[in-house]
Structure formats: C-alpha cells, structure tokens
C-alpha cells in the first residue's frame, strides 16, 4: 500500500490548498474599524459559498458590504447583495451614494426583511452582543437556506453572556471560530453548506489546522493600508492581481490605478520596512534557536565523555562484552543523528536564504505584473474611444476634413490594437513566470513537510531522549519557517 504524503494526513498541511486568491485581495475601498481585519475571511466566504443573496445586518459603515459586494463584482457571481440599513439621513446618504455609483446594478440599501430560506451568506455588521444574537436566532437564522452562513465579529471583547449566547448558537449548528482581530466566527445555520465551507470546518476541527489557518488570516489582515476616503477606490495589491491573474480572475475594471506617485513610493517603503522587519524577527529565531542547538550539543558531549568512561570501567572490569557492544552501538546511533542534525541545520539555513530570494523575486516580478495590467486596461479605453471616434467620422464624413480624420482614426486604431497585443504577450509571459516560482515555493513547502515526517521517523527508531528533544525543537523551527508567509505586501 503506497504511503501518504504528510500533506494528505497532517490537516494543517491541507489548510492552504483550501484557500484562494479571494484572501490576498485589497479592499477597493475605505476598511476601517474591526471588520477590516476580517476582510479575508469575508472575501473567501463570498468566493467559496457561491451566494445567491447575500446580506449585511445593521449596516454602520461601509466597511463589511462593500467588501461583499467587491466579491461579488470581482468573481461575476450571480448574487444579490443586500445592506439592512436604518440610519439617520446624514449618516446613511454617503454610503447609499457609492453604493449607487459602484454596485447599483446588484446592490440595494434599505430596512427591509426576508422570506424564510432566502438568505445564502449573512454578515453582521455589528460586533456581538446578547441582545444581537437573540434576534439574530429569533429572526434572522431562519431566513438562511439549506446552505446558509453567518459571520459574526467580536469575541474576543464580548462579556460573559455574549459569549454563553454564542456557544448556545456553537452547539447547535458546524461552525469556526478563529481569534485573530478581536475574534470571529463562521457558523454554517443551513444543513447543506457549500462543500469547500463543510471541509474547511471540518479540517479546523484539528486544533493545529485551525491555529494554521488563524495565522494566516490574521497576517493578511492585522496590517491593512491606510484606506483612502470613503468611495475612493485603494490601489490594487500586486501580489493579489499577480495570482488573480493565474487562476484567470482579472481585478475590476477601475481598479487597477497606481495614484499618485509619491504615494507609491511611500507606500512601497512602508511595505519594505514592514518586510525588513519580518526577516529580521525570523533570523533573530534562528539564532535562538541556533543557541539552543549549541547548548544540547554540549551536553551531549559531556555524555560522551561519560559514556566513554564507562566503557573504559567495563573494560577494566572486565564486565560482559554484550553490554560493551550494545553502548559503543548506542554511541555510533548518537553520532549518526548528530550528523544529521548538522545536515538538517544547514538545509534550514539554505532554505531560508532561497526563500528570502524568492520571495524578492515574485515581488518585483508581481509589481511588474500589475503595472503592465493597468497599462493593458488604459490601452483598451484608448482604443475603444479611437474606434468610437472611427465610427463617427464614417458615418458623419464625406468632404475632404472628414476623410482625413477617419485616415488619423484607422490609423490611431491600428497602432492601439497592436500595442494591446504586445501587452497581452507581457502579461502571458509573466504569468508563466509566476506560475514557476509559485512551483518552486509549492516544492520547498513539500521538502520541509517531507523533512518533518522523516524526523518522526527517527524519533521512533530510540535513541536518547536527549536527542529527541533536539530534534523536536529543529521539527519546531522548520514549521515556524514554513508558516512564514509570502505574501505579506499590500501595495
């Protein structure tokens, strides 16, 4: 029988393979207060639950549906967004304005109810509280489908009653709860939800998968880019458009711009900091962990010696020559796996310098990526408006001037057309290029993962509990390497 992979038994391993491109998105627009941190999560949800109506309870603030709504936008889904909204005017009359302009065609603002099973995806604007979540169970859950799910907000600082509310809700319907931001929860109210929304609960069920997953998330939204005012779209996140770009979802249309440039290069600078100090908290880990590994080393040493010792005392007591055997073969085990700790050690260090090159890499090549997209879409805009202009000047021109303009128009036409397919070109070409190094970080994952189980391996043949210990905390440090993210730009 063919052995499994540590990626098809360790529920944390199959965390990532679960999530898409959905949570490297950057809100288009202004994400503020405590939904901003869980925007991720909300993105995956409107990709993976593939609602038909969707709603926001108790809108406050745009935060939470105009993220739904770019999900929906973004990923063409079939799906009617919903925003219960009673506000007083003056607070209500900004965000039905860009509600309007941005997603009129699919989006609506009002203090309207539902029919029962008629809601797939219900997000709660407002953080919990004991009164929210008793009408949330007596008027709102059962108004969700047979795949219905709630997302809900603020645990982490809700009081003693909110919470034993909350687990009454827990234990009557499969649910997720992860603690990054001030705490979230995903219940799935419906009996039938969306397959991949069952198998990522089903995999947190494992406490190391559900703490996997809760990292991740809160890397991708503990440090959200100052958004711009509200109705102003945010610049594109590169790493986001570059696997958009991969798995042939495109970001919407206007969306793309780089702003001002001196913004940008603010930005970029932020980012780099931000980037710099990651890798410094990463090396000064290693070298912990480095000093660790030096202390064990010395100890085992200083049992060396003592077993060297107490050969030379069996030997001149001429003790059993059985017993002598099996401690110079315990010896030669001890020296094997302190040789392979030094080669496990060595490939920590290898990996670490191919990740931090990596990782450049995609991002300058991810940069490149979103800057020949956005020059792609303005070429488009340039030739739509030359052949409009085309258009008229045929119909509208017989005399000598109108002539002449539809002879500037073609031409105008034909240099754009072949301008966007050199662009075209560009985009594939980076994206092959994308798709390899997203490989080669697939394969480094896979070789820590594979280093992992041959450890436990080692573990299981004996040894001294000494070495197993080393070895453990070497396990240790090769998982905290692997859960370093790639993608902790936000451009």
């Known amino acids: 029988m063919p052995s499994l992979s540590p990626s098809e038994t360790d529920p944390a391993a199959r965390i990532l393979p679960c999530l898409g491109d959905e949570i490297f998105w950057t809100p288009a627009h202004d994400a503020t207060g405590d939904w901003a941190g869980h925007l991720p999560l909300l993105f995956w949800a409107a990709g993976h639950a593939d609602p038909r109506v969707a709603v926001?309870?108790?809108?406050?603030?745009?935060?939470?549906?105009?993220?739904?709504?770019?999900?929906?936008?973004?990923?063409?889904?079939?799906?009617?967004c919903h925003g219960i909204l009673d506000l007083p005017a003056?607070?209500?009359?900004?965000?039905?304005?860009?509600?309007?302009?941005?997603?009129?065609?699919?989006?609506q603002l009002h203090p309207r109810s539902f029919e029962p099973d008629a809601i797939d995806l219900l997000v709660v604007a407002p953080a919990v509280n004991p009164d929210l979540l008793d009408r949330l169970a007596k008027r709102w859950l059962e108004?969700?489908?047979?795949?219905?799910?709630?997302?809900?907000?603020?645990?982490s600082g809700a009081d003693a009653g909110t919470l034993d509310a909350l687990a009454a809700l827990c234990e009557a319907h499969a649910h997720l709860r992860l603690d990054h931001g001030n705490g979230v929860c995903l219940l799935a109210v419906g009996g039938a939800p969306a397959e991949p929304v069952?198998?990522?609960?089903?995999?947190?069920?494992?406490?190391?998968?559900?703490?996997?997953?809760?990292?991740?998330?809160?890397?991708?939204g503990a440090e959200p880019a100052p958004g711009p005012a509200s109705g102003t779209p945010r610049a594109a996140n590169p790493l986001a458009s570059a696997l958009a770009g991969l798995t042939g979802?495109?970001?919407?249309?206007?969306?793309?711009?780089?702003?001002?440039?001196?913004?940008?290069?603010?930005?970029?600078?932020?980012t780099s900091a931000v980037m710099a100090r990651q890798r410094d908290a990463a090396r000064t880990e290693l070298a912990g962990r480095l000093d660790e590994i030096a202390t064990l080393k010395a100890e085992l040493a200083e049992q060396r010696a003592q077993t060297r010792d107490a050969q030379s005392r069996l030997v001149e007591g001429g003790i059993g020559g059985d017993l002598l055997e099996r401690m110079i073969a315990r010896e030669k085990r001890i020296a094997e796996l302190a040789a392979r700790n030094d080669d496990l050690i060595e490939q920590v260090e290898t990996l670490t310098l191919q990740l931090d090159t990596r990782f450049d890499e995609l991002a300058a090549v991810t940069d490149t990526a979103n800057r020949t997209d956005s020059e792609l879409l303005k070429t488009k805009k340039a030739l739509k408006k030359a052949q409009a202009e085309l258009r008229e000047a045929k119909s509208r021109g017989k005399d000598e001037t109108r002539i002449d303009k539809t002879g500037r128009a073609e031409k105008r036409a034909t240099l754009l057309a072949a301008r966007e397919g050199q662009l075209a070109t560009q985009v594939t070409a980076l994206k092959t290029r994308l798709e390899l190094l997203h490989q080669r970080v697939v394969e480094m994952t896979a070789f820590e993962n594979t280093r992992g189980l041959d450890t436990g391996r080692t573990r299981r043949t004996g040894g001294r509990a000494e070495f197993t210990t080393l070895e453990a905390l070497h396990s240790e440090f090769a998982e905290a390497e692997l859960n370093t993210p790639y993608f902790d730009s936000d451009k």
């Open 198 to 220: 069952a198998t990522l609960i089903d995999l947190c069920r494992d406490e190391a998968a559900r703490l996997r997953l809760d990292m991740i998330l809160n890397r991708l």
């Open 90 to 107: 003056d607070r209500a009359a900004p965000l039905a304005s860009e509600n309007a302009e941005q997603y009129e065609r699919f989006s």
């Open 56 to 80: 926001t309870l108790d809108m406050s603030d745009g935060t939470a549906h105009f993220a739904l709504c770019q999900a929906v936008a973004r990923l063409d889904l079939a799906c009617q």
């Open 143 to 155: 108004r969700l489908s047979e795949r219905g799910i709630v997302l809900l907000h603020g645990l």
């Open 249 to 270: 979802r495109r970001p919407e249309p206007g969306r793309t711009g780089r702003g001002d440039p001196s913004a940008r290069i603010t930005a970029l600078a932020e």
